[in-house]
């Protein structure tokens, strides 16, 4: 299939496919004609790619995926390589969480505060929400 039938069928543009070329995650083969050419192989990359990049990972964190299917694998995470970058992600996915638990906690505290201090005094004058 061509550059464009590859775009259309894995969800993307050709020029995101022309990275992913230039990145080395995606081969660059060429008909007689100078065409680029693809098959059913390089859309299972492209899929694999997107779908990780649409869990957050980086592009270059796809590239042990890749390469665990450009060796043959029936999935791409199904190689120690891989195993590791979803290690690797759970922990900052766990370290984001507990970052945002605190801030949750924060801005909870905040509000608790200060709906206890509008309890507690006349009501204030607001520019904003109909109070004048």
């Known amino acids: 299939m061509r550059i464009g039938e590859l775009a259309e069928r894995a969800g993307t543009t050709t020029r995101t496919l022309r990275y992913y070329e230039t990145r080395g995650l995606l081969p660059a083969r060429r008909a007689g004609n100078g065409y680029r050419t693809y098959d059913e192989d390089d859309l299972r990359l492209v899929q694999q790619i997107r779908t990780l990049q649409d869990f957050g990972f980086e592009l270059e964190e796809t590239r042990p995926f890749v390469e665990c ?10 190689c120690p390589a891989s195993l590791a970058v979803y290690r690797a992600k ?4 766990d370290t984001l969480i507990g970052q945002l638990q605190s801030v949750r906690a924060q801005v909870g505290a905040q509000l608790a505060k200060a709906e206890a201090d509008f309890a507690e005094g ?3 004058r607001c520019e904003f929400g109909g109070h004048a």
């Open 90 to 93: 759970l922990g900052e996915l």
């Open 69 to 78: 299917l450009r060796a043959g694998h029936p999935a791409g995470d199904s």
């Open 122 to 124: 006349p009501e204030p």
